[in-house]
C-alpha cells in the first residue's frame, strides 16, 4: 500500500480526472467516509461526508473526533457540499456534537437525510416517538436492573444503548436527538429522501445516485433478522408478552429519583402493569431502609426469594432488537459512475428488511426505456461496497446481497475496531462478534483479498493473487494513521472538439 498520502494528510484532498476518491477515517468503532468526485468547473472536487461518529465508551473519544472534523475541515477546504446522516445511531453521529465547534466552521451545502427524519411525515414521526420512547424505558431498566444487584444484565443493556449515545436529563433531547438535530438545522432545508429517488450530486456529471432504503412498507422495515421479525416500533401497547418489558421498564422509573418523563398512554400503562394497586406497593429504596424487608428480603441468604428485577429479564433482548430496528432506518445509497457503470454501495447498516426491499425498485436508464436499473443490476456492477454494521452477521444478505457483487474488481471497506468489538460488555467476556468470521471470510474471498479495515489497514496480498494484479490495486490505496483511502479512476473524458465555422 502507498502512504504517500501521509504527507499531504493536512492538505485538500484531491479528486481523479474522472471518477471518486473514499476515505475511511480511522477513529474507532464507527463510520466517517470523506468522497471527492471531479466536477464539471474543474476548479474544486464536490465533497460528499457520509456520517461522523465513535461508539459510546471509546477511549478520548471527544479528542479523536476534533481531529477527525480537523482533517475534514483541511482536506476540503472548509466547505462539505453534500453531508449525509444515514440514521441515529451514535458511532455515525456523535462527531457532530463532540466536534461541533469545528463543524461550526465548515460550510454546508446539502443535508441528505431518510425520509423517516421528515417532521412532516406522520410515519416517521410515529417510528421517532416509538424508538425514543422505547430508549428511555431501555435506560430505566439498566437502573432497575443495578438497583437490583445484576451488574451484568445493566451492563449489557448499557453496552447497547451506547449506540444511542447518553439519555437527555430532564426531558432534554438526548445525545444522538441533538447530533441530528445539529444535522438537520444544518441543511437549510434539509433533503428527506424515499427509495427510488435520484439525488444529483451538485457540478458532478460523472455520477448518478439511487436512494435504495429505508423501505416505506413497515413490514420490511421491522424485519431486522434473517428468521425473526423486530416488533419495537409498530406493535400497538398492550399488555401482552411483546410490550411486557416496555410497563415493566417504566415501572423501573418509579424506583430511581430521575426517571424519565412519561406521555400520558405510558402513564397509563405503567398503572396497568401493577399487579398491586399504588396503596399497597413499596418503593425499592424505601424497602431497603425499612428493617422489615432487611431482614426477610434483602439478607444476602435469601437472595432466593429476589423477585424485584425478574420482569426486566427481556430487557436485553428487546434492547438488540431497537438496535437492529434503527439500523433498518438507514439511508441506503448507490453511486454509479457514468463513465464506466462502476457502483458504490453505501448501505450503511442496513439490515434484512431495508436490503430485501431494494428489489422493489426500478429507474429508468438513460437511452433504455425497456431496460430499467435494477437493484440486482447495481449489485452486479458494485466495485465497493461500504460493509454493514461493521461486518456484523445481519447487515449483509448473502443471496440477494454479497453474493450478487460479482464484478471483478470488487473492494470491501470495513470501518471496524476489532479490539474495541470484543471488548467485555456487560456479562459477556467476548463483547460483539465484528467482524462476524464467516462474513468476513466470504468478502475476502469475494474481493481477492482487496478489504481494507478501519483498525489493521492495509491487507497481506493473498496466495491467490499474482504480484503484478495486487501491485495495480495496491497503488490505488492510501494508508496513514488517520485514513484509508482509495481511488477508483475512470477514463478520462474526452475533451470537446471546437465547432468549425462555416
Given at each position: 500500500m502507498s502512504d504517500s498520502a501521509t504527507a499531504s494528510a493536512a492538505g485538500p484532498m484531491t479528486a481523479p480526472a474522472a471518477g471518486v476518491k473514499v476515505r475511511m477515517y480511522r477513529q474507532g468503532l464507527g463510520d466517517c467516509f470523506l468522497l471527492a468526485f471531479p466536477t464539471r468547473s474543474g476548479r474544486r472536487p464536490c465533497y460528499v461526508l457520509i456520517d461522523c461518529g465513535v461508539l459510546l465508551g471509546t477511549e478520548d473519544a471527544a479528542a479523536k473526533m476534533k481531529k477527525v472534523a480537523a482533517s475534514l475541515h483541511d482536506a476540503t477546504g472548509g466547505r462539505i457540499d453534500v453531508l449525509v446522516a444515514t440514521h441515529q445511531h451514535w458511532d455515525h453521529l456523535s462527531g457532530f456534537q463532540q466536534a461541533k465547534e469545528v463543524f461550526d466552521r465548515i460550510e454546508i451545502g446539502q443535508v441528505w437525510v431518510a425520509w423517516t427524519e421528515d417532521p412532516n411525515d406522520a410515519t416517521a414521526n410515529r417510528l421517532r416517538a416509538r424508538r425514543e420512547a422505547a430508549v428511555r424505558a431501555l435506560y430505566a431498566a439498566a437502573q432497575g436492573l443495578r438497583l437490583g444487584g445484576d451488574e451484568n444484565g445493566a451492563g449489557n443493556l448499557e453496552a447497547v444503548l451506547g449506540f444511542f449515545g447518553e439519555l437527555g436529563a430532564d426531558g432534554r433531547p438526548s445525545a444522538i436527538q441533538q447530533a441530528m438535530a445539529y444535522v438537520l438545522k444544518r441543511g437549510n432545508p434539509p433533503c428527506y429522501w424515499l427509495p427510488g429517488d435520484r439525488p444529483e450530486l451538485p457540478g458532478v456529471d460523472g455520477a448518478r445516485v439511487y436512494v435504495l432504503g429505508p423501505p416505506r412498507d413497515e413490514a420490511l422495515l421491522r424485519r431486522s433478522n434473517p428468521k425473526s421479525a423486530g416488533e419495537v416500533y409498530e406493535q400497538r401497547?398492550?399488555?401482552?408478552?411483546?410490550?411486557?418489558?416496555?410497563?415493566?421498564?417504566?415501572?423501573?422509573?418509579?424506583?430511581?429519583?430521575?426517571?424519565?418523563?412519561?406521555?400520558?398512554?405510558?402513564?397509563?400503562?405503567?398503572?396497568?402493569?401493577?399487579?398491586?394497586?399504588?396503596?399497597?406497593?413499596?418503593?425499592?429504596?424505601?424497602?431497603?431502609?425499612?428493617?422489615?424487608?432487611?431482614?426477610?428480603?434483602?439478607?444476602?441468604?435469601?437472595?432466593?426469594?429476589?423477585?424485584?428485577?425478574?420482569?426486566?429479564?427481556?430487557?436485553?433482548?428487546?434492547?438488540?432488537?431497537?438496535?437492529?430496528?434503527?439500523?433498518?432506518?438507514?439511508?441506503?445509497?448507490?453511486i454509479e459512475l457514468v463513465g464506466t457503470g462502476k457502483v458504490l454501495l453505501f448501505a450503511a447498516d442496513a439490515q434484512v428488511g431495508n436490503w430485501l426491499s431494494w428489489f422493489n425498485l426500478q429507474w429508468p436508464r438513460e437511452g433504455e426505456p425497456d431496460n430499467p436499473v435494477t437493484a440486482e443490476d447495481l449489485l452486479r456492477r458494485t466495485v465497493l461496497y461500504k460493509v454493514g454494521h461493521h461486518a456484523s452477521h445481519n447487515a449483509t444478505l448473502q443471496a440477494r446481497g454479497l453474493e450478487l457483487m460479482t464484478h471483478p474488481e470488487l473492494v470491501a471497506m470495513i470501518p471496524v475496531d476489532e479490539a474495541m468489538a470484543h471488548k467485555p460488555k456487560g456479562g459477556n467476556p467476548r463483547g460483539w462478534d465484528m467482524p462476524f468470521s464467516p462474513l468476513l471470510q466470504r468478502l475476502q474471498e469475494k474481493a481477492k483479498g482487496r478489504v481494507l479495515r478501519a483498525d489493521s489497514g492495509a491487507p497481506p496480498r493473498p496466495g491467490s493473487v499474482s504480484a503484478a494484479e495486487w501491485k495495480g490495486f495496491a497503488k490505488k490505496c492510501a494508508v496513514t494513521p488517520d485514513y484509508v483511502e482509495i481511488t477508483i479512476a475512470e477514463p478520462a473524458p474526452r475533451p470537446r472538439r471546437p465547432r468549425r465555422k462555416a
Open positions: 401497547l398492550a399488555l401482552a408478552p411483546e410490550t411486557s418489558f416496555y410497563v415493566a421498564a417504566l415501572a423501573a422509573a418509579e424506583a430511581t429519583e430521575a426517571g424519565p418523563a412519561l406521555a400520558p398512554d405510558e402513564e397509563e400503562l405503567k398503572k396497568l402493569g401493577f399487579p398491586f394497586d399504588k396503596a399497597f406497593r413499596v418503593p425499592l429504596e424505601a424497602a431497603r431502609q425499612d428493617g422489615f424487608y432487611q431482614e426477610s428480603y434483602f439478607d444476602q441468604d435469601l437472595a432466593w426469594r429476589r423477585i424485584d428485577s425478574d420482569w426486566l429479564g427481556s430487557a436485553g433482548q428487546l434492547g438488540l432488537q431497537l438496535d437492529s430496528d434503527t439500523n433498518n432506518t438507514s439511508l441506503a445509497l448507490a
